[in-house]
């Protein structure tokens, strides 16, 4: 066991997490090159940049949106997002590993916080889940992957809770932190692959949007050529 | 929303077409297309993606649409299709899903490996048949991107649909045979007027301007070195006499140095809503009679919402040789106005107006603003829809659907059921007798619309109000006090 858990918290996390940056990097510049060479290629460079920049802000930040479309879907996908992303980031335990494993660290939430916002991540969790099945807009639209994510999600987050307060893991600590290791490195594999890659993207999408509006001139003769078509009129 | 009666939803889905054509042309679609090949069809539909996307600048879109759709479902909430069918598969992400998953499987290394190892035959032609009812079920309004989390835009891959559908022969006819006349038939406009007739046309409406307002206002024609063009939609020679007299009783009144094009005065433009070829071609046309007339400040657009969008988005694309500014007329005139240079009788409209946003230019938020506060100049009564502005909906004759009559039982009662609500709504609250639409398409749409669903109010662009109420001097000068 304390074999595994080493081999988890060392050299496979360390694998893990330098694919999850290089894939995500990797898709980031697929996106963000795309964007270059579609202005390049445009007809006219008038792109609205701050129109576009505002919606990009509006959505990192969508307190704004959440009462627009599905408000109580919208408010437990913001409050599921919130957990994800600080828990993991701020967590006192997480930054303790940082700052012995690198030599410098960020500040940590209180472990209070810390409890409350993994219990909502969790709920989240499944409160996602179940909106998914339980909807026949959601379902025919998911793939196995969007039923996949919640529940794998809420695997470390459970098992870290529960490794946090040892009272309700007695026994069975290290099953636990063993599961929360190996779970989260394997979440870290799958993000630059599915649909989680977005925590990299969403950045990126609204300016996507608007530069593939955005045409190259004479394109449209080339695609007629191409596909032998230049003679025929309309 | 109220629920389809069972009459509404036999009438709204109703094929008009023979079943011979339909099995002839294996697409059993509500819009007419004309005979193309349909052999092989899924190969020639992959090899006009493939050359689209060789030439064009979709790939990169669809590469980050595929990462980043999190199959949400809160543009079921947005899409005013969806709502009145309840159709799962109106969901805008749905319909976009098609398109991608062909994208997926057929041009990701991923997708042709996932094809090779479970021996997935990819693309059908049944795929391709659903393809075709799904891109022109949407009237490409594009409301959907404005509440989606991952920035996905429905509207630009409806858009790509079709163009890509266009090129194996699946286009409404009614859009193909207007575009064909307009680009190499006799009367180079979608409505097929002839010269003659347009010069009749605007005779008649000078002689109607004159016994109207007793001044001489005239339309010029073929002027050389002019600061504007300007171009309407063509439709409006036909339909609008009111919308194009308020017009020129605008550009009489500020003494403005503009001019129609005898070589092109049809501003429509149905490239934007199936082929990004054809969207070129119309406007290498503008170019040239732009180039042909000498004009020195720009090319101003009539009320049209699609016109506008097609040639302020995509003008300077293409047009190298002669690039101009392009300017809606509607713009035009509220400059005028705070310029001080019109004058109104703000008693001449006493009816409550209420303002139909047109998705073609308040989605992307260029014209919002300024007819709004035309409107508030001269007229007392205004009442707000709600939603509107970006948010607004859709008339339900997006997208070109609107040109295709065959389909106005659909479009009057899916497309434009939520519309007509919110219209029945506004009138109800606010009783407001004009509803404006400052757009060819969406006014034909709504005047459907209101005679369909039995809607009681009166619906006017907003120049035929401005006609009513401008004041010309009687010597046809211009006014300069600015005060009203």
Redesign the interface.
């Known amino acids: 066991m304390e074999s595994w858990l080493e081999f988890g918290k060392g050299p496979l996390f360390r694998l893990c997490f330098a694919l999850m940056v290089l894939g995500l990097l990797r ?1 980031f510049s ?2 963000l ?3 270059i ?2 202005y390049r ?4 460079k ?1 792109v ?1 940049w701050g ?1 576009l920049t505002n ?2 802000i509006s ?1 990192l930040i ?1 307190l704004g ?1 959440l009462w ?3 408000p109580v ?2 408010f437990i ?1 913001f409050i599921w997002h919130i957990g994800l992303i600080l828990v993991p980031l701020f967590l006192a335990a997480h930054v303790k590993l940082w700052k012995a494993s690198v030599g410098f660290a960020w500040f940590n939430l209180p472990q209070r916080v810390a409890d409350i916002l993994t219990l909502t991540t969790i709920t989240a969790a499944i409160l996602l889940f179940v909106m998914r099945i339980g ?4 379902r ?4 196995k992957q ?1 039923y996949f994510w919640p529940l794998l999600l809420a695997i470390p987050f459970v098992t870290g809770f529960l490794c946090a307060n040892v009272s309700l893991s007695a026994g069975g600590y290290e099953a636990c932190i063993l599961i929360h290791i190996y779970s989260a490195n394997l979440v870290m594999v799958l993000i630059p692959f599915t ?1 989680v ?2 925590c990299m ?2 950045p ?3 300016y ?2 608007g ?14 050529a ?2 032998g ?1 230049k003679e025929m ?2 | 929303m109220n629920p389809l009666t069972i009459e509404e939803r036999q009438k709204a889905f109703a094929i008009p077409k023979k079943q011979e054509v339909i099995e002839r042309q294996k697409l059993p679609v509500r819009y007419h297309v004309e005979d193309f090949p349909i052999e092989d069809r899924p190969r020639r539909f992959l ?2 993606f493939a ?2 996307l ?8 669809l ?3 595929i ?12 899409c005013q299709v969806y709502e009145a069918t309840k159709d ?2 109106d ?1 805008p ?2 319909r976009s ?1 098609m398109l991608l998953k062909v994208y997926r499987r057929h041009f990701t290394v991923a997708g042709l490996l996932r094809g090779r190892l479970t021996s997935d035959p990819g693309l059908t032609d049944e795929q391709i048949q659903e393809m075709a009812r799904a891109f022109y079920d949407c009237t490409a309004c594009r409301r959907c ?1 404005i ?1 989606c ?5 429905h509207g ?1 891959v409806t858009h790509l649909g079709r163009y890509i559908l266009a ?1 194996i022969g699946i286009a409404p006819r009614a859009l ?1 045979v207007s ?2 006349e307009q ?2 038939g006799e009367t180079k406009n979608t409505s097929a007027i002839p010269l003659p007739a347009l010069t009749d046309t605007i005779e008649f409406l000078e002689e109607e301007m004159a016994e109207i307002k007793g001044v001489e206002v005239k339309f010029p024609i073929d002027v050389e070195g002019a600061d504007y063009l300007f171009i309407a939609p063509v439709s409006d020679f036909l339909m609008e006499a009111e919308t194009l007299m308020g017009i020129a009783c605008v550009m009489h009144a500020v003494n403005a140095s503009w001019t129609l094009g005898t070589n092109n005065y049809d501003a429509i433009n149905y490239g934007l809503f199936y ?7 119309v406007l290498l046309n503008m170019e040239k009679e732009a180039e042909r007339l000498k004009i020195k400040k720009g090319i101003l657009i009539g009320e049209c919402g699609h016109a506008t969008r097609s040639a302020r ?2 003008y ?3 047009a ?1 040789r002669y690039p101009l500014p392009i300017i809606n007329v509607m713009e035009y005139t509220w400059d005028q106005i705070r310029a001080g240079k019109l004058k109104f009788d703000r008693n001449m409209i006493k009816e409550t107006v209420t303002y139909h946003d047109p998705c073609n230019i308040a989605r ?2 260029w014209i919002i603003e300024q007819p709004r506060n035309i409107i508030k100049y001269f007229i007392d009564d205004y009442v707000e829809m709600s939603p509107s502005r970006r948010n607004n909906f859709c008339c339900g004759g997006g997208g070109g659907t609107v040109s295709i009559d065959e389909i106005r039982p659909y479009r009057t009662t899916i497309g434009g059921r939520k519309k007509a609500e919110q219209i029945s709504k506004t009138i109800k609250d606010g009783k407001a007798h004009y509803i404006i639409a400052p757009c060819a398409n969406c006014k034909k749409q709504l005047r459907e619309l209101i005679e369909d669903q039995k809607i009681p109010s009166t619906l006017v662009g907003l120049h035929d109000l401005i006609y009513k109420a401008i004041i010309l001097s009687d010597d046809g000068v211009a006014w300069h006090d600015g005060n009203n």
């Open positions: 898709t697929f996106s090159l795309g964007i060479g579609a290629k445009a007809g006219d008038i609205p129109d919606k990009t959505w969508p949106h627009k479309a599905r879907y919208s996908s909807s026949s807009e959601a025919i639209l998911s793939r969007d649909k890659a977005h993207l969403l990126l999408s609204q996507v949007s530069l593939g509006w955005k045409f190259p001139r004479d394109s449209g003769d080339r695609v007629a191409t596909l078509k009129p309309v | 090899q006009a050359a689209i060789k030439h064009s600048n979709y790939r990169f879109v590469d980050h649409y990462r980043t759709s999190a199959k949400c479902s809160r543009c079921t909430v947005q799962l598969r969901i992400c749905y899903e991107q509440e989390p991952a920035g996905i835009d630009l090129e193909v575009t064909r680009l190499i082929s990004d070829h054809v969207l070129e071609k988005g995509y300077n694309t293409y190298k992307p938020g």
